[in-house]
């Protein structure tokens, strides 16, 4: 009489897997794969770290324009580089990016930041393509413009100031 038992309770255990749907196929990929529960752990801290990295290369690149303004004042288009005017444009912009930096790093304003962040690269890009063709400081920047719009994109973050 047992051993019906378990006959039974294993033909039910399998009309229920029948009955129930079907995962999809990425479900089941990402399930099978030996690192998939490391990337789940991982994955909600994606948004941050994207966020916290590109708050740097702006702090990093801010910092840098304030510091020595006058290596940056050719990167000013129409502008002769030796002029007060571009000297001042190279101040304001790394004003402006040390604070989007900031921003992003502290994760205040972070929509704001990031979008502020994706303008001003994209003006770098354009401005950098059309006065000295496609460069690989065109191709880096173009990356960190795609890292600015990935953060804007992004609506999980942690470690934000929320007021």
């Known amino acids: 009489m047992p051993r019906r038992n378990r006959m039974a309770r294993a033909a039910a255990r ?18 099978s794969h030996p690192g998939s529960q490391v990337m789940d752990r991982i994955q909600p801290w994606a948004p941050a770290v994207a966020r916290v990295a590109l708050g740097l290369v702006l702090l990093w690149f801010g910092i840098h324009e304030l510091i020595q303004p006058s290596l940056w004042t050719g990167y000013v288009p129409a502008i002769p580089s030796t002029s007060h005017l571009a000297l001042a444009l190279v101040l304001a912009h790394g ?22 962040s994706a303008l001003a ?25 795609g890292l600015a719009v990935a953060v804007l994109a992004s609506d999980q973050h942690r470690l934000v100031l929320r007021g």
């Open 14 to 31: 399998a009309a229920e897997r029948s009955a129930a749907p079907h995962p999809s196929p990425i479900a089941v990929a990402s399930g």
């Open 121 to 145: 690269l994209l003006e770098i890009v354009i401005s950098l393509s059309l006065t000295g063709g496609v460069t690989d400081i065109v191709a880096r920047d173009l990356g960190v413009f």
């Open 95 to 116: 004003w402006a990016l040390s604070v989007l930096g900031v921003a992003l790093c502290l994760g205040v304003a972070t929509r704001l930041a990031a979008a502020l």
